[in-house]
Nanobody, 116 residues
Framework: QVQLVESGGGLVQAGGSLRLSCAAS????????MGWYRQAPGKQRELVAR???????NYADSVKGRFTISRDNVKTTVYLQMNSLKPEDTAVYYC??????????WGKGTQVTVSS
């Protein structure tokens, strides 16, 4: 059973930084990619950033140049460095893992609140 455990959320002033971490554990046969999504109140969950097993990276336009996704050498932990945070970045951030057999796993989410 795959588990994703997120950490690093919190309250920060606009312009500040936070670093999110997501550690995957359990029986993971093959990871296609890992990433971060977010959901603000009253809005749909949206992609923030993702990294594939081959190292390809995608970012939402709204975070390009401010957020950086990375992973550890074992490729089971993914990080999201968030700089120059804005109030509109306030959301619950969810870690996501996809396998080559099309299984999708989600973490429980971590709250990020950016005050103006």
């Amino acid at each position: 059973q795959v588990q994703l455990v997120e950490s690093g959320g919190g309250l920060v002033q606009a312009g500040g930084s936070l670093r999110l971490s997501c550690a995957a554990s359990g029986i993971i046969l093959s990871i296609n990619g890992m990433g971060w999504y977010r959901q603000a109140p009253g809005k749909q969950r949206e992609l923030v950033a993702r990294i594939t097993s081959g190292g390809s990276i995608n970012y939402a336009d709204s975070v390009k140049g401010r957020f950086t996704i990375s992973r550890d050498n074992v490729k089971t932990t993914v990080y999201l460095q968030m700089n120059s945070l804005k109030p509109e970045d306030t959301a619950v951030y969810y870690c996501n893992l996809r396998t080559w057999s099309s299984e999708v796993y989600w973490g429980k989410g971590t709250q990020v609140t950016v005050s103006s």
